[in-house]
């Protein structure tokens, strides 16, 4: 294993320098009168930047309801990625994507934008003409060619950094030592039995000289049960789960570990059996059939939002569930932040210092 490390290392170089190479000629442009702040990450995978966003989305509508919010996605894999959009609605995670989709559903009044020339999308589809408007870059640490006032920069607490290297070696999209680039981290998916990897992933960034604020957050499940009717109409209600029952876990997202350890939590649950898709698969009716075959008697097939505004659309799926009459349960997952005091008011500031530079204009 250590040979076939020492023979791929220059892979890591290299792909350091094209990443590098591709950064220095990219320069930052300001979209015009808006706050951005950026959610992004160091690693591939699932760091929890959508329930993060979310929780950003909730913040600002909560304390600045005169603001406009949009938030503004590359919309990965989406048909429309390329060409850019604006979402009209969640109801189409195909065209869209399926984080966009999800937070429009969320936020109705929030504007989705999507394109992976993210500022050319914005100017062409930004329908907001106040100067009351943050815009929230999801994904945006290693998008340079916008500037953002303020980076978040997520790291999973169960793995920060993976091995410590770079692509293809390793998890690391750029080295430990760019994130002093952060305006702040933010440890996500804390728990009882992660805590002590804390010490040395905060050794690992002193080592880096990454002196930025740090923050501790953790999931909080909910499950909700869905309805659906005969007409194949449907509704979502938040229950207590049985802790005797058995599930049947199916998921695509980065991160399928996690949502697991997730839903055992959220069900109080050890009868749970699995099955993983790759991360944003595209569940048609073949597969979505062919699961549902997999279900056991007696089993409750739960899923995650992001999952299930795929699956919901197809229409033979949500027959055949009725006629087997087979419950759906949902995680849906909320951020709490531990040092939530202290992040509201490093957010307050950045509007003020917003509202003052827009008051001059």
């Not at 290299?14 to 690693?43: A, D, E, K, M």
């Amino acid at each position: 294993m250590k040979l076939l490390l020492y023979l791929f290392y220059p892979l890591s170089f290299l792909y350091q320098f094209l990443f590098w190479w591709s950064q220095r000629g990219t320069s930052s442009f300001h979209l015009p009168n808006v706050l951005v702040i950026s959610v992004g990450n160091l690693t591939v995978g699932g760091t929890g930047k959508t329930p993060f966003v979310q929780y950003l989305v909730r913040y600002f509508n909560q304390t600045y309801p005169s603001y406009a919010i949009t938030i503004l996605s590359r919309g990965y894999k989406a048909e429309k990625s390329k060409e850019g959009a604006i979402l009209p609605n969640g109801l189409e995670p195909k065209l869209y994507g399926d984080e966009p989709s999800q937070h429009k559903e969320m936020f109705p009044s929030a504007q989705v934008i999507i394109g992976r020339d993210r500022k050319t999308s914005f100017l062409h589809y930004n329908q907001v003409v106040s100067k009351k408007h943050i815009v929230i870059l999801d994904d945006g640490f290693q998008h340079k060619a916008v500037y953002r006032d303020f980076d978040f920069v997520l790291l999973d607490a169960n793995s920060a950094f993976g091995n410590g290297m770079t692509l293809p070696l390793g998890f690391l999209r750029e080295p430990i030592k760019n994130s002093k680039r952060a305006n702040a981290i933010v440890f996500t998916k804390l728990t009882s039995q992660n805590k002590f990897r804390l010490d040395e992933y905060k050794k690992i960034l002193t080592r880096n000289e990454v002196n930025v604020p740090v923050f501790h957050s953790y999931f909080q499940p909910k499950v909700h049960e869905v309805v659906i009717t005969i007409n194949l109409t449907y509704q979502t209600n938040q229950i207590n789960p049985d802790s005797t029952s058995d599930y049947f876990l199916v998921t695509g997202v980065g991160n399928p570990k996690s949502v697991y350890e997730t839903a055992s939590s959220a069900l109080s649950s050890k009868s749970i059996r699995s099955k993983f898709f790759p991360d944003h698969f595209e569940y048609g009716t073949t597969s979505l059939l062919t699961l549902l075959k997999e279900i056991q008697t007696d089993e409750i097939l739960i899923t995650t939002e992001k999952d299930w505004i795929k699956m919901r659309s197809d229409t033979p799926f949500l027959a055949e569930l009725v006629r087997r009459k087979i419950r759906v349960f949902l995680i849906l997952i909320q951020v709490s932040v531990e040092e939530e005091n202290e992040l509201k008011s490093m957010l307050a500031a950045l509007v003020s210092t917003y509202e003052s530079k827009i008051d001059r204009v």
